[in-house]
């Protein structure tokens, strides 16, 4: 009888891939993400394409195909990156139950910034932890000539499975969900002199918290629904200061070029990797602070002190939350 290989444990039970696409040109990026596609819809699969600029290239390569994919602008949808996973993949996953679905998902291209990059980069880590045991398929397109090396590299470290020109693999480099996460918690650049801050203690703190908030919004020039968002994210970090730590919270608020940032730091750990990333049951009434917090910034960062954490938010003057689409100018 002929002899084969036994799979692998991950193999033998992981629904979910996870691959990460190094593409050369405009050419290669479309051929390969019409061939997933076109895959999927083989098999009678849903199938999403989140990339920047809405995939219009993508969508060309389809053709008549292209009215069987949702299509979603991830410069808008996933301009926080800490929103992608509960709105953009969940959200479609949860549309489509006991389904396999095929997202195109690409988080990391050459407009993003240098500060939104460590966001961008645990996402990716966080993706094999939301989906494991899910039946998906996610495909991350990395342009390796538009990207520096050290977003390629960290694609190792976060995808289990490689795509190029030279066929598919398994990442040597990737060490688990929570591993690769913790290679981007770094250190928050200190907030500039001229940053104002308000030190509270306990629930009873919290409306002077609001009340300066709302100051600082104010004197931002932001409108009022802009400091709605505001109050309502940082009431969500300051409530769990009060109601989860023993020490007290501060606050620190300033401008930065034309954007404000609000930072909060307490002595309370964030244990769970996945926080503000998966939505809670619809019948649960707890536990949507941290998710609402990703919904109403344009970025989120956090890092994870010995002494507590940091959670610092950026807020567009220009853009308000508009629910599941995203953000609006």
């Known amino acids: 009888m002929k002899q084969t290989s036994p799979a692998t444990p991950a193999q033998a039970v992981e ?13 290669e990026y479309t051929s390969r993400c019409t061939a997933f596609l076109r895959e999927a819809l083989a098999l009678g699969d849903p199938a999403m394409v989140a990339v920047p600029g809405g995939g219009e290239a993508i969508r060309a390569g389809l053709g008549d195909d292209a009215g069987r994919v949702k299509f979603a602008d991830m410069a808008v949808a996933g301009r926080n990156p800490g929103r992608i996973i509960p709105s ?14 095929w997202i195109i998902g690409e988080p990391i291209w050459k407009g993003r910034t240098e500060l939104e990059y460590p966001a961008c980069a645990t996402h990716e880590a966080l993706i094999n932890a939301a989906f494991a045991g899910r039946e998906a398929t996610i495909l991350c397109p990395y342009d390796t000539t538009g990207l520096e090396a050290r977003a390629l590299a960290d694609a190792e470290r976060t995808h289990p499975l490689l795509q190029d020109a030279a066929g598919s693999r398994p990442s040597p480099a990737y060490t688990g969900p929570a591993q690769a996460a913790a290679l981007f918690d770094e250190p928050l650049p200190a907030p500039p002199p001229h940053a104002a801050s308000h030190t509270f203690n306990g629930t009873g703190g919290l409306p002077g918290v609001r009340a300066f908030l709302a100051d600082c919004g104010a004197s931002a020039g932001l409108d009022e629904r802009r400091v709605g968002d505001v109050l309502i994210a940082m009431n969500e970090l300051a ?18 070029d034309g954007t404000l940032v609000c930072q909060l730091d307490d002595s309370g750990q964030i244990t769970d990797p996945l926080a503000g990333r998966i939505p809670p049951p619809d019948h649960t009434r707890r536990g949507r602070g941290l998710v609402i917090v990703n919904e109403l910034a344009d970025l989120v960062r956090v890092h994870h002190r010995p002494s507590g954490t940091s959670v610092r938010l950026h807020f567009d003057p220009a853009r308000t939350y508009q629910g599941t689409t995203g953000y609006q100018p």
């Open 15 to 27: 629904p979910f891939r996870h691959v990460g696409l190094f593409y050369r040109d405009e050419i």
């Open 88 to 101: 953009v993949l969940l959200a479609f996953a949860h549309a489509h139950p006991g389904r396999r679905v």
């Open 239 to 256: 409530t769990n200061t009060a109601e989860y730590t023993c020490g007290p919270g501060t606050v620190t608020v300033w401008l930065e």
